[in-house]
């Protein structure tokens, strides 16, 4: 078919591949590329982010946020200054916040502020050098010498450093302390030494000395008011209710001392008597008297009662340590858990008896509580049995624990012993064992738990027995 003229005239002749398009036609267009929405939105979050810096780095906002957190530092004088642990790098070395506090308490040592210094805190995860250790050593090359110079080389925290300290210089009949620590830090340390039954000074590394701009500051100041928040529902600081109620309850276990004849240079050694816990328990010396320990594994406080005159009597010993009844407890069936207790009591009350019978000073040490296996399975477990409200096993062991332990201090009160009250200084305000001192099986003690009881009981010890020699 022949197409018309009209047709012929309007007809576009065929597209051929690689030709040009005609004059005057459009060609496909061509799209500007846009980024895509999470594109646009990651750079308008960076924007942002630089704009709130900018923001507070440039304003006062940050000032402040934190302005309640920061108390102005005083001039009185201490009986000891107490400088807070801060951290180390490398393998012993302090870092630049240890390093400031060190310079910070030197100075008010050389000013006179303070004839002693006392350095606290432990050793932080996957290091050897405790931090009041690392921080005492540079103080001493800064010409504190070693008689001027404490070490508390437990503690893992702002609460402990207080707590673990508070032995330490009460022995030296410290009543008023000055605290050194950063200015942001100094709220909670405060309340925290001022719980532990101390007057406070302060001295504070200024806020500009740690922090290089107002974000880094706004940060920490955060930090530090959830940490405030969480010591003040512990009880961890001095003036809130928890802490009132913990004074109210708090025995009085001042020990009465035994009064033994004792030569100048007394030699005879002091037997440490229980089971794995006491055990683990391996000072060299203790008020200058070797330490023989007769712990066992496992065992129960009759089958101390048992072996006392092998093991303890025939060392002839200046005093015994008798430690551990939780062997009694978590062993006996639950039908019979009330009489273990009696007959852990009984054999502790012959023990004492004998020891005495024996010329031997008789030292009781309370005894620690238990956690749940560090695992989640137990974890779960403990949830679920909470909220059906059941009573886990470890509460069961704990309740009895704490009810022994009661009693063991109302003996030593009636019977006029020296009390080793071990279990509050390793639990928590609810008198379970914190989680840094207690293995995975939630029983046996590590490292870290040994050198709690270390700061805690040994400096006591060393005291009552050097006293009662010179008697």
Known sequence: MIPSSAESRTAAPPATAGAPA?????????????????????????????????????????????????PSDTAGPADAIVVLGA?????????????????????????????????????PVGNDCPVAVVMSEFAGELGVPADARLTEEASRSTHENAEFSAPLLRQRGVKRILVVTDRLHMRRAEGAFAAAGFEIERASVPVYASHPDNVSMLTSGFREYVALLYYRHRGWLAGTPRARAADRAAPDVTPIPVMLTS??????????????????????????????????????????????????????PRAVILWGFINDIHRAPKDRVDQAVTKAR????????????????????????????????????????????????????????????????????????????????LSDADGMRRKAFAKADGSHIPPAGYDAINAYAMPLLDAHLKQAATR
């Not at 023989?292 to 303890?312: I, K, P, T, Y």
């Not at 009636?414 to 509050?424: A, I, K, Q, S, T």
Request: glycine share 10%; proline share 5%.
């Open 346 to 425: 009984e054999s502790f009350v012959a023990m004492i008896a004998r020891a005495r019978a024996a010329g031997i000073e008789p030292i009781v040490a309370t005894e620690l509580t238990i956690r749940p296996l560090d695992s989640w399975s137990e974890t779960l477990g403990s949830w679920v049995g909470w909220a059906l409200g059941k009573e886990s096993y470890q509460a069961v062991i704990n309740r009895r624990v704490i009810e022994t332990n009661a009693w063991l201090r109302d003996l030593a009160r009636r019977e006029g012993l020296f009390v080793l009250d071990l279990h509050p200084h």
């Open 22 to 70: 005609p004059a005057g036609t459009l060609g496909p267009r061509r799209r500007r590329w846009l980024p895509s929405p999470f594109v646009r939105g990651l750079l308008a979050g960076i924007v942002l982010v630089f704009a709130v810096r900018a923001l507070i780095n440039n304003t006062a906002i940050a000032d402040r946020l934190v302005s309640r957190l920061i």
């Open 263 to 316: 030569s100048a240079a007394d030699e005879r050694p002091v037997v440490i008597l229980g089971a794995s816990y006491a055990g683990g328990w391996k000072p060299a010396h203790l008020g200058g008297h070797p330490v023989v320990n007769a712990g066992v594994a496992g065992e129960e406080s009759w089958q101390m009662l048992a072996r006392f005159d092998r093991d303890v009597a025939a060392h002839r």
């Open 87 to 123: 951290g180390i790098v490398g393998p012993c070395e302090p870092n630049l916040n240890a390093m400031r506090r060190v310079l910070l308490g030197v100075r008010l040592w050389h000013q006179h502020r303070a004839a002693l210094l006392l350095f606290t805190g432990g050793r």
